[in-house]
Nanobody, 116 residues
């Protein structure tokens, strides 16, 4: 069983930056997991924001390309999401996801609010 704990959310002004972290525990094969960040805004469905494979390949939603960067530190069992040039429409609860074969795990989420 993998446990995922997100941190780094908060309130930021438009144009600002935040860096989210997701620490994984309970597995010795973190390096083999595909990791991803999703977000869910009020009244909307959860959507994929960014993902990184076990080999480091990345993929981004069109809405965040050029502004967000996903990365991972396998030595620390942690995945990051650097968010720059934040917009009010980025306001959501951000969730970390780990996937390996048929297994899927979710964190509890961290709130990101972009407002002046």
């Amino acid at each position: 069983q993998v446990q995922l704990v997100e941190s780094g959310g908060g309130l930021v002004q438009p144009g600002g930056s935040l860096k989210l972290s997701c620490a994984a525990s309970g597995s010795s094969i973190f390096r083999l997991y595909a990791m991803a960040w999703y977000r869910q805004a009020p009244g909307k469905e959860r959507e994929l924001v960014a993902q990184i494979t076990s080999r480091g390949s990345t993929n981004y939603a069109d809405s965040v390309k050029g502004r967000f960067t996903i990365s991972r530190d396998n030595g620390k069992n942690t995945v990051f999401l650097q968010m720059n040039s934040l917009k009010p429409e980025d306001t959501a609860v951000y969730y970390c996801n780990a996937a390996y074969r048929e297994y899927r795990y979710w964190g509890q989420g961290t709130q990101v609010t972009v407002s002046s």
